[in-house]
């Protein structure tokens, strides 16, 4: 085995040996005090001569023994099986011969199990990744109260929209949510939110896959390349895992050609078990939802008062005008295949505040209100009359704050 994996072995040796202290237990009768020994009293091969107790509890500590070195080498062949590929044959057929003529003296083969699933709730043992899944939903909507600022429309779409999708025995098809609004509002937050709750690993999990417009297919002279690739990707996703969050930022500049490759994935589900979903994050629609917000703030409204009753139909305007356009992306609001736009709107001065606190406390460094003050006023502020929305929203704002470092 390679020096990496060594480091894992060893932890895992730590684990498996405390869960065979708990597991196998002591042997004295409960409430009984054990008679004091020597330090080397077993190694000399000394029983202390208490009577039947003593001579019992000697036995059962040779049996537990035995027992701990048959479970190890028979379990570190089963995990560098499983999860390295590695001595498979060999593992196979000595199962073959230990289920024929031998057994583990204590521990059986139940116990083996068992500790295949601790290891599988540390590592990623499961061929489908599925052992990683949480789904956390309430974790999820408590955070998005927490520390996401400024957008009570986002958080109420996206918690109903999954909880309701998670709890679809039958979903006919995918779930696709369309994030809109200016940059620095929060919408790679929430994916990246959503990733770490409904995922053990978050962005890392095998079951997630990140794709960038301008990062993964810059060239339109290489589409169809980039169209097979795309393709292929997703499938090998949908195949390895039965929950699959797939996020398409800068969903705007989608070439048509990658847009027809998604289709057929967000249309119907392969199996009833497989629950895909769909996050494109867009900066189309801004200019709509920052009317709406600015409209009511001149009126005196407060913007918990803006509702998708309001604003949905006038966003889905904007964005069927953008598909005019050439915006592949906004097509696939006329094909229905997107079941919740979701609008963030933008920032003010107080929610910049807000995101200068999370940045200082998620660094540990100390600050006052006049500091935060500091921080806000070095963003720019729109429209020129009003000065009422950042526009860079809270993009920036971890970055400002290293002007304010000792």
């Given at each position: 085995?390679?020096?990496?994996?060594?480091?894992?072995?060893?932890?895992?040796?730590?684990?498996?040996?405390?869960?065979?202290?708990?597991?196998?237990?002591?042997?004295?009768?409960?409430?009984?005090?054990?008679?004091?020994?020597?330090?080397?009293?077993?190694?000399?091969?000394?029983?202390?001569?208490?009577?039947?107790?003593?001579?019992?509890?000697?036995?059962?500590?040779?049996?537990?023994?035995?027992?701990?070195?048959?479970?190890?080498?028979?379990?570190?062949?089963?995990?560098?099986?499983?999860?390295?590929?590695?001595?498979?044959?060999?593992?196979?057929?000595?199962?073959?011969?230990?289920?024929?003529?031998?057994?583990?003296?204590?521990?059986?083969?139940?116990?083996?199990?068992?500790?295949?699933?601790?290891?599988?709730?540390?590592?990623?043992?499961?061929?489908?990744?599925?052992?990683?899944?949480?789904?956390?939903?309430?974790?999820?909507?408590?955070?998005?109260?927490?520390?996401?600022?400024?957008?009570?429309?986002?958080?109420?779409?996206?918690?109903?929209?999954?909880?309701?999708?998670?709890?679809?025995?039958?979903?006919?098809?995918?779930?696709?949510?369309?994030?809109?609004?200016?940059?620095?509002?929060?919408?790679?937050?929430?994916?990246?939110?959503v990733a770490s709750h409904l995922y053990q690993d978050g962005l890392?999990?095998?079951?997630?896959?990140?794709?960038?417009?301008?990062?993964?297919?810059?060239?339109?002279?290489?589409?169809?390349?980039?169209?097979?690739?795309?393709?292929?990707?997703?499938?090998?996703?949908?195949?390895?895992?039965?929950?699959?969050?797939?996020?398409?930022?800068?969903?705007?500049?989608?070439?048509?050609?990658?847009?027809?490759?998604?289709?057929?994935?967000?249309?119907?589900?392969?199996?009833?078990?497989?629950?895909?979903?769909?996050?494109?994050?867009?900066?189309?629609?801004?200019?709509?939802?920052?009317?709406?917000?600015?409209?009511?703030?001149?009126?005196?409204?407060?913007?918990?008062?803006?509702?998708?009753?309001?604003?949905?139909?006038?966003?889905?305007?904007?964005?069927?005008?953008?598909?005019?356009?050439?915006?592949?992306?906004?097509?696939?609001?006329?094909?229905?295949?997107?079941?919740?736009?979701?609008?963030?709107?933008?920032?003010?001065?107080?929610?910049?505040?807000?995101?200068?606190?999370?940045?200082?406390?998620?660094?540990?460094?100390?600050?006052?209100?006049?500091?935060?003050?500091?921080?806000?006023?070095?963003?720019?502020?729109?429209?020129?009359?009003?000065?009422?929305?950042?526009?860079?929203?809270?993009?920036?704002?971890?970055?400002?704050?290293?002007?304010?470092?000792?």
């Amino acid at each position: 085995m390679g020096q990496g994996r060594l480091p894992a072995l060893r932890g895992l040796g730590c684990c498996v040996l405390l869960l065979l202290l708990v597991l196998l237990g002591g042997s004295g009768s409960p409430g009984t005090t054990p008679p004091p020994r020597g330090p080397w009293a077993e190694e000399q091969g000394a029983v202390p001569e208490r009577g039947q107790w003593g001579r019992a509890r000697y036995e059962a500590l040779k049996k537990h023994l035995g027992a701990v070195s048959a479970l190890s080498k028979q379990y570190w062949q089963y995990v560098a099986c499983k999860v390295w590929q590695e001595g498979c044959e060999a593992e196979e057929k000595e199962r073959e011969e230990r289920e024929s003529s031998w057994s583990f003296p204590l521990v059986g083969q139940d116990y083996l199990e068992i500790l295949s699933a601790l290891y599988c709730s540390f590592g990623k043992c499961c061929e489908t990744g599925d052992c990683r899944i949480i789904n956390n939903i309430t974790g999820l909507e408590a955070d998005l109260g927490g520390q996401l600022h400024g957008q009570h429309l986002a958080k109420q779409v996206v918690v109903r929209a999954v909880q309701g999708f998670l709890q679809n025995p039958r979903p006919q098809k995918a779930l696709v949510l369309s994030f809109h609004g200016w940059s620095g509002t929060g919408k790679n937050f929430v994916a990246r939110m959503v990733a770490s709750h409904l995922y053990q690993d978050g962005l890392k999990s095998d079951c997630v896959r990140v794709f960038v417009s301008l990062l993964h297919f810059p060239h339109h002279n290489y589409v169809d390349s980039y169209k097979a690739q795309l393709q292929r990707q997703i499938s090998e996703t949908l195949q390895r895992c039965r929950q699959p969050l797939l996020i398409f930022d800068e969903a705007e500049k989608l070439h048509s050609s990658l847009l027809d490759a998604i289709k057929p994935f967000m249309a119907h589900h392969n199996t009833d078990l497989q629950r895909s979903i769909f996050l494109f994050l867009s900066n189309l629609g801004g200019n709509t939802i920052n009317e709406v917000a600015l409209d009511f703030w001149r009126a005196g409204r407060a913007r918990e008062e803006i509702s998708m009753e309001l604003l949905e139909p006038r966003l889905r305007l904007e964005l069927q005008e953008a598909a005019e356009n050439s915006y592949a992306h906004s097509h696939l609001l006329r094909e229905n295949l997107v079941d919740f736009v979701v609008p963030f709107l933008p920032l003010e001065y107080h929610h910049v505040k807000l995101c200068a606190r999370d940045a200082f406390l998620a660094r540990g460094l100390p600050y006052t209100e006049a500091t935060l003050d500091e921080v806000a006023q070095m963003m720019v502020f729109v429209p020129k009359e009003e000065k009422l929305f950042s526009a860079q929203g809270c993009k920036s704002v971890p970055q400002r704050i290293n002007y304010f470092l000792p």
